[in-house]
Structures are given as structure tokens and as C-alpha cells.
């Protein structure tokens, strides 16, 4: 079984300050996760994954997040938000070689000038 | 390189009338494909998805149905629309045995008057 939660559904930031989106998760097996963008009325685009290799990981756009086995956590991260950085963001986890992954609620990122 | 097109990007239909949303993905052979829907202010609700050619997986009962008449093609389908069908779809497709990373479409906005 796996699960995944989105701390917080909105997050507020001002633009040039840092960004995090928390995430966490649980599986019966060791998990694949990603994160994913979405725009407005647009399809989502895939930030950054974690597939069992380095925990940290780099994505596109300045984001990057964290494994942390211990803390069961994938929290996302940018060091100074951009106006356009305003959008959806979800987490996703899956695992044991499954096809249904299991998405977060998402959590709205609203950037203020 | 590898594209998903779906389509309409928006569609307005009529209570009782039949629905057809289209998706087709170019640049790989054999993916897996998957219908979402995304209702308003909510998270992505997996409703089909499939491994192969005629092999059409349902996760959640309801008033829709999914055809994979092509490897690359995915069709989802409802003979009456109710209400309750509005919403944000989504097409997606990943490689591979599971779900590693998926890559999706740009949706359909459906409203049902």
C-alpha cells in the first residue's frame, strides 16, 4: 500500500524568497516519487524524480527535493520564487513496479510581487 | 522525440449526449496510457489506464468507458452524459513495466449543461 500527503494546500511567498511544498509519504516498498507542476487549464509537467538513486535531486526550473527515508519525506524546494513559479504542485509516489501511482491533493503555489 | 496530443482542448456538451476524447502519443511504441480527471479544486482521480492493445484497466465505476484501438491510441468514451462528468481530463503515457515517470497531455476541459 502506498499514500501520499501534501502538508499544506496553499502556500503564500513573496518573489525572491525561498519556496518549500512539503510532502509525505508511505509504501510497503522502497518508492519511486516525483513532483509535478500544473498551470492553469494545462496538463502536468514533471519537475523532478527520485528513483532509489541520489537523494537529492535536482529538477527543472531551480527546484529541487529531498529524500529522506527517515523522516518519510519528499519536500520541495527553490531558493527564490519567480512570479511564474505560481501554479499546482503534486506529489507523487509509487511503487513495487506498480502502474497506479498515487497522487497528493496538490498544493497551490500563489506568488505575491 | 516523443509527444502526446489530445483533444478537444475544450468541450461543451448537453446532458444525455454521448462524449469521445481523443488522445494519441507519437515517438514510442507499446506505452502505457492513462485516462485522469480532475474535478474542481481537487486532485487527479485515475479513471483507465492500459498496457496494451485492447487492455483497458478500470479504477473507478462510473458512466465512462476507454477503448485502446492502436498501440498509440486512447479513446474514452461515454454513451449519456450526466452532470457529474464535468471536469478537467487528462491523457498520459510512461514507458516501461510501471509507472516511472508519465508524461501527460495538455487535457480537456468538459462542462455537461
Known amino acids: 500500500a502506498q499514500s501520499v500527503t501534501q502538508l499544506d494546500s496553499h502556500v503564500s511567498v513573496s518573489e525572491g524568497t525561498p519556496v518549500l511544498l512539503r510532502c509525505n509519504y508511505s509504501?510497503?516498498?522502497?518508492?519511486?516519487l516525483f513532483w509535478y507542476v500544473q498551470h492553469p487549464n494545462k496538463g502536468l509537467q514533471l519537475l523532478l524524480k527520485y528513483t532509489s538513486a541520489a537523494t537529492l535531486v535536482k529538477g527543472i526550473n531551480g527546484f529541487e527535493a529531498e529524500f529522506k527515508k527517515s523522516e518519510t519525506s519528499f519536500h520541495l524546494t527553490k531558493p527564490s520564487a519567480h512570479m511564474s513559479d505560481a501554479a499546482e504542485y503534486f506529489c507523487?509516489?509509487?511503487?513495487?513496479?506498480?502502474?497506479?501511482?498515487?497522487f497528493g491533493r496538490g498544493t497551490s503555489l500563489i506568488v505575491h510581487p | 522525440s516523443q509527444t502526446i496530443h489530445q483533444w478537444p482542448a475544450t468541450l461543451v456538451q448537453p446532458v444525455g449526449s454521448p462524449l469521445s476524447l481523443e488522445c494519441t502519443v507519437e515517438g514510442t511504441s507499446n506505452p502505457n496510457l492513462y485516462w485522469y480527471r480532475q474535478a474542481a479544486g481537487r486532485g487527479l482521480q485515475l479513471l483507465f489506464y492500459s498496457v496494451g492493445i485492447g487492455q483497458i484497466s478500470s479504477e473507478v465505476p462510473q458512466n465512462l468507458s476507454a477503448s485502446r484501438p492502436q498501440d498509440r491510441q486512447f479513446i474514452l468514451s461515454s454513451k449519456k452524459l450526466l452532470l457529474s462528468d464535468s471536469g478537467f481530463y487528462l491523457c498520459a503515457w510512461s514507458e516501461g513495466a510501471g509507472w516511472i515517470e508519465a508524461f501527460f497531455g495538455q487535457g480537456t476541459r468538459l462542462t455537461v449543461v
Open positions: 507523487v509516489v509509487t511503487s513495487g513496479g506498480s502502474y497506479i501511482p498515487t
Open positions: 509504501s510497503s516498498y522502497s518508492p519511486s
